[in-house]
């Protein structure tokens, strides 16, 4: 185990100072630098030199360590650099002109350091050396000719070099090989061979030796894993202005994982421009993919649940729901675990989900880590800055359904409740999907998938799971991984009294608190409390066996409402013996790891030990983490701390402060909301300032709450119309708000925008940034900007359009109708064949809006061009098409819309190959209107649908009413089908 544990710090440290490297390689190299971790050597760095191909191979090798990973300084001997490095290198470096490092996390030994100073006078100048290093190869390379164990074999070994050599290279060499006969002389003929390739490797490695050793660099004391970290942090932290924060807890290990990840790919390498990616996408609200909290010693696995979840026909996307503390998060776990046993070629995944994640943000973090493998176009999908939410997740929708294989994506809600608006994300984000290549599993205290429809989770394959609590054979095995040959009829007795028999089974938690228990008796008096205390008196009674010497420390420590560290836990309470509380309270299962040397209790467990602490112990206690969380800038946390310690005053003083500073408006808004603390404004006065505001996305929100947007955000953008055009970004949210109290001003504020543009392209770009803001805002487009939108140039006229077609039924008609005769402008946009325009059909209002907007056709020409003649529109449709065919159907059968509407309905299901239309247009034959036609005619349209023996039947039916056999014939005369047959007379016998 010991040397597993020591490879493994091997390539941490490997990886660390691969990052160390790359840096100044792609400085001093520029475009055509790149690397390959693991190829020939530990590192290949590559680049081309005046149109010639350079390479330098890297080896490194950690300092020196024993089991317990502390420091035995143990310097590099002349022995060792003959035995482990110089082999390789004069392999590589022979017949060219590339170079060699070898980072050393050692010292190298004095003999060295002279030799490698003194190339290429090395043999007149450090002749023992010189010659040593020549001997030492060369008879390592003479010795594959003697048979292993052999005397000569075991003799060649210990035969060292003559102590005293000539300085003249000539003499010297004579010298060896004198050495060398003798030697063989002394063991035979194999002797004599071994004496002869000695003396041609000699001669050969003196002719090659100088020429390598100049070309290799030694970088030793490299220093330990931590200080090589410490180098790379430092670099990343100034070079790109990060926070310390940032980079030790998010992208050091990321891109410490990616140079891992790289160098398991056969013959893959990276350059700057992949390298300079990777530093701009492990950004903090980035989701990481990683592993779930281990599973404890005593987990109960529950192989059937797990299978039922981890079996590729478990559905396109399930949800798990349970209760607080059912084990949500340890069956994700263990479905993790089978995944990858069961179905190794999967790629299975886990992110946990917290307050202020966006679901692009989890679908974020799957696409990195699917670009380290190999699949590069879901992250770059995923991370343009310049497109909505929305659009993000159609477009990664579709990316993700394009991978290789299948990836099983668990999303853990950890928190218990989705953050606001993830469900409708989920929901969207299925909807879009063409393929189940991305399966997904949701594990939450409420329903995540709940906005999609009864019928969308039949056709989509998506399910519900409650959680079941644990049977009670789970239970008695949980109970005997902490006590010995457990009294089962005791145990059938609590479970029957805390479950009163029902199928959900023992809650996880409360089974484990149970567990626990140091005596049956103590089992009894939790279950004998009201079924909503159980859990938490179940907690409490353990906190009770904290010791005397810790018990300080742990009351404390339960009013950390985050997670902590060891040392921040002891910088804010430094008079209390912090390290014993948290080991104590880790042993009794109070407190969890959270991540890396984190840790964190969960709120239910802390909110009911927090009831024990006296209560000025309490305040003092928050008032300390509100003092440390200020310090630290953790403005949400200094004020939930302030209310905790009795300061409700001084916390909503620090909010309203801190938010009219333009800081933490997501974590702040709630509160602020709630207690009044500021006016409309005094928000546009905020937004008016130089610098962004984080969490600007808001205000619709805030002004939605504050009673709409007053005059001066809309005197705001006139005012800074300039701004508005040069930072669409900043204007995006505020042009939001305002479309969200006042939808009616789309009309001015698009006329404001082509207005005070200097040119066209800033106007297009200005346009597009108003239809994002107004995906969710947009009012019915009046005629006046309609002859606004006709007098505009192309470019213009391709974002303007987004905004048309979103702008109620006359806007939507006006677009359908310019679209028929500019066809040109319904093309793919630049690069991955992403669309120009999308419908967004939210509602029947919406499907109705379209059908009534469709240019209308003639039956008689649909019939002869046999096709609906949507022409341009063809396209917008078929992309809509999920969205469309349902409500097409409920129009068809209702009938309720007028016949223009209902033919182009029929024209919409032809296009989208409805396997039903022939069904549905039955019900219409008899309508006396352009619906009527078109559903007699629509047989000729769908010739493959039709089975026309009735067709035949009814024209030569003599009873049937002329109108039905006529309307049969023509029917069959524009199928384009023989009727010839149809005119001979029956034949008798």
């Known amino acids: 185990m ?10 941490d440290y490997q990886a660390t100072v691969i990052l160390d490297l790359l840096f100044d390689h792609f400085e001093r190299h520029g475009p055509s630098a790149s690397v390959r971790p693991e190829g ?27 089991a317990q990973a502390r420091p035995i300084p143990s310097p590099w001997s002349l022995t060792d650099i003959v035995r482990e490095l110089l082999p390789d290198a004069v392999a590589r470096l022979t017949g060219n002109d590339h170079e060699q490092v070898w980072v050393l996390g050692d010292e190298i030994a004095a003999p060295i350091r002279a030799l490698f100073e003194n190339v290429p006078e090395a043999p007149t100048k450090t002749t023992n050396v010189y010659w040593t290093v020549i001997h030492g190869l060369a008879r390592k390379e003479a010795q594959v000719l003697l048979p292993p164990g052999s005397a000569a074999a075991r003799a060649a070994s210990r035969w060292h070099v003559p102590q005293i050599l000539p300085t003249d290279a000539v003499d010297a060499q004579t010298t060896l090989a004198a050495a060398a006969n003798a030697f063989g002389q002394r063991h035979g003929p194999t002797g004599a061979v071994f004496a002869q390739r000695y003396a041609q490797e000699a001669a050969r490695l003196h002719a090659l030796l100088p020429g390598i050793l100049c070309r290799i660099q030694i970088r030793d004391a490299n220093g330990s894993e931590i200080e090589v970290a410490e180098r790379v942090m430092h670099r990343l932290e100034q070079h790109y202005g990060l926070q310390r924060s940032v980079v030790e807890h998010s992208l050091f290990r990321n891109l410490r994982g990616f140079i891992n990840d790289i160098a398991k790919q056969p013959a893959r390498s990276f350059d700057r421009e992949e390298l300079e990616t990777e530093l701009r996408c492990v950004w903090p609200q980035m989701v990481p993919v990683k592993a779930p909290p281990p599973l404890e010693d005593d987990h109960v696995r529950r192989p059937a649940l797990a299978a039922a979840l981890t079996d590729p026909g478990a559905g396109a996307a399930v949800e798990v729901v349970g ?50 493998r190999g699949v590069p176009k879901p992250f770059a999908v995923g991370v343009q800055p310049s497109e909505a939410d929305e659009g993000v997740l159609a477009a990664l929708a579709k990316a993700l359904s394009e991978v290789p294989g299948e990836c099983l994506l668990l999303l853990d809600l950890v928190e218990g409740s989705e953050p606001p608006g993830f469900a409708r994300e989920l929901a969207a984000f299925i909807r879009e999907r063409p393929s189940n290549a991305l399966r997904l599993i949701v594990f939450g205290q409420e329903r995540a998938l709940r906005e999609l429809t009864t019928l969308e989770q039949t056709q989509l394959g998506v399910r519900s799971l409650d959680a079941p609590g644990l049977s009670f054979e789970e239970f008695v095995t949980l109970v005997g991984r902490r006590h010995a040959e457990p009294d089962r009829a005791a145990l059938w007795s609590l479970y029957q009294q805390i479950t009163a028999g029902r199928a959900a089974g023992l809650n996880v938690s409360l089974a484990r608190a149970l567990a626990r228990a140091q005596t049956t008796g103590e089992m009894v008096s939790i279950a004998m409390r009201p079924a909503e205390d159980r859990l938490a008196y179940a907690e409490r009674s353990r906190f009770t066996r904290v010791t005397a010497s810790a018990c300080a420390g742990a009351e404390k420590l339960t009013c950390f409402a985050l997670p902590f560290r060891r040392t921040e836990a002891e910088g804010v309470f430094p008079d209390d013996n912090v390290g014993l509380a948290i080991r104590e309270l880790l042993d009794l299962g109070l407190l969890r790891r959270h991540d890396g040397e984190a840790f964190e209790m969960h709120e239910t467990v802390r909110a009911g030990l927090e009831e024990l602490i006296a209560p000025q112990t309490r305040r003092d206690a928050h008032g300390a983490l509100a003092a440390w969380y200020r310090v630290q800038g953790q403005t949400g946390a200094v004020i939930l701390h302030l209310e905790q310690a009795g300061r409700s005053q001084k916390a909503r ?7 009219l500073a333009g800081e933490s408006w997501t974590a702040l808004w709630p509160y602020v909301a709630r ?63 305002l479309l969200a109290a006042e939808p009616g001003r789309l009309d001015d504020l698009i006329q404001l925008l082509i207005q005070v543009a200097p040119n066209p392209e800033a106007a297009a770009s200005a346009l597009s940034w108003l239809s994002i803001a107004a995906r969710r805002r947009v009012g019915a487009i009046g005629p006046s900007t309609f002859a606004l939108f006709d007098r505009q140039p192309v470019a213009i006229q391709r974002p303007f359009l987004g905004l048309l077609l979103r702008g109620g039924r006359a806007a939507v008609r006006h677009a359908f109708h310019y679209l028929c005769t500019h066809p040109q402008l319904i093309e793919t946009g630049r690069g991955n064949g992403w669309h120009t325009f999308h419908l967004e059909i939210r509602s029947a209002e919406d499907v109705a809006d379209l059908l009534a907007a469709i240019p209308t056709a003639s ?33 068809l059968q209702a009938q309720a819309l007028d016949s223009d509407a209902l033919v182009n309905s029929i024209r919409t299901m032809v296009y989208l190959g409805a396997p039903t239309i022939l069904d549905l247009c039955e019900a219409l034959r008899s309508r006396a209107d352009g619906a009527g036609t078109l559903a007699n005619l629509i047989s000729a349209m ?12 009814r024209v030569l039916d003599q009873a049937a009413e002329f109108k039905d056999r006529t309307q049969a014939l023509i029917n069959l005369a524009w199928s384009g089908r023989r009727t010839r047959r149809l005119a001979r007379p029956p034949t008798g016998d």
């Open 2 to 11: 010991s040397g597993g544990i020591s490879a493994i710090r091997g390539f």
């Open 40 to 66: 020939e050597d530990d590192l290949d760095l590559r680049w081309t030199d005046a149109g010639v191909d350079r390479r330098r191979f890297v080896q490194v090798k950690k300092p020196t360590e024993d």
């Open 323 to 372: 209760i607080s503390g059912s084990g949500k998060t340890r069956l994700a776990a263990e479905v993790l675990e089978r995944s990858r046993l069961i179905h190794p070629d999967r790629v299975a995944l886990y992110a946990e989900v917290r307050a202020g994640v966006s679901l692009r943000d989890c679908l974020v973090g799957t696409a990195f880590y699917l670009r380290r």
């Open 653 to 659: 003083d620090h909010a309203r402060e801190a938010f």
């Open 675 to 737: 207690h009044g603390l500021v006016s409309a404004n005094e928000v546009v006065t905020v937004i008016a300032g130089m610098r962004r505001v984080e969490g600007d996305y808001l205000l619709p929100d805030i002004f939605n709450q504050l009673e709409g947007p007053p005059e001066t955000l809309r005197n705001l953008v006139r005012e800074q119309s300039g701004r508005v055009i040069a930072d669409p970004q900043w204007a995006q949210p505020i042009l939001e708000a």
């Open 859 to 891: 039956p008689a020409d649909m019939i002869r061009a046999r096709g609906p003649l949507l022409g341009p529109l063809g396209g917008l449709i078929w992309r809509a098409r999920k969205s469309l065919q349902g409500p097409c159907v409920a129009i």
């Open 942 to 953: 769908v010739p493959a649908l039709v089975d026309w023996c009735p067709y035949e039947a």
